[in-house]
Every structure is written in C-alpha cells, then in structure tokens.
C-alpha cells in the first residue's frame, strides 16, 4: 500500500502561483508513476499533468500546457506541481496519484492509478 498526502493548496489571486507537492508513504521501494487530477463538484475527475518514474516524461492537458509544471523528487518519495498564471477555472480540488509503472510510463487515466490522495482545495479569485 502507498499512501499520498496533498498540500499547498489554497486561495490565489488570478495570475498567481501556487506549488502543491504530494507526500508518499508505504511501499515507496517499487517505481511509481504519478499523475495530478483536478475535480470540481458535479464533474468528472479531469487529468492535469503525469510524470514517469524517471522523471524524464511529463505530460499535461491542453487547458494547462505552458503554466503548469510537474516534477518529483524520488529521494523524498514527493512529487510537485508548480501552477503559474492561475485562472478561475482552475479552482478545483486537486488529488495526486500513483500507480506502478515500468521507468519511462506515465498515465492520464484516472483509471489506471492504484493510489490517490485525500485531495487539496485550489481556489483561485478573479
């Protein structure tokens, strides 16, 4: 089992920046790829961005390609990711999340990760 523990969340201003990371514990000696999700009351869970275990593959959604960055830091069993130029519409509530993976894999299905985060609140006003 991993367990995943968001933070960083909160209110910004539109324009501003926010850096969450998440926090795994557990069974952190297998490779991980992991994933940021957002969800926002009455919708489906969308996909941000993921990064391969290496780190060495990242990918974003179109809606936050440019402004958002997601990295990691395997030494610290942690993994981040840096909003920029926040919007509105991106007010959500953020989950971080984990899956087994070969080094170089990454995912954008909500369905394919094993493990999520109890969630962090994102809030940005206009």
């Known amino acids: 089992q991993v367990q995943l523990v968001e933070s960083g969340g909160g209110l910004v201003q539109a324009g501003g920046s926010l850096r969450l990371s998440c926090a795994a514990s557990g069974r952190t000696n297998s490779n991980y790829a992991m994933g940021w999700f957002r969800q926002t009351p009455g919708k489906e869970r969308e996909f941000v961005a993921a990064?391969?275990?290496?780190?060495?593959?990242?990918y974003y959604a179109d809606s936050v390609k440019g402004r958002f960055t997601i990295d990691r830091a395997n030494a610290k069993n942690t993994v981040y990711l840096q909003m920029d130029s926040l919007k509105p519409e991106d007010t959500a509530v953020y989950y971080c999340?984990?899956?087994?993976?070969?080094?170089?894999?990454?995912?954008?299905?909500?369905?394919?990760?094993?493990?999520w985060g109890q969630g962090t609140q994102v809030t940005v006003s206009s």
């Open positions: 999340a984990a899956t087994p993976a070969a080094s170089g894999t990454f995912y954008i299905r909500a369905a394919s990760y094993n493990y």
């Open positions: 990064i391969s275990w290496s780190g060495g593959t990242t």
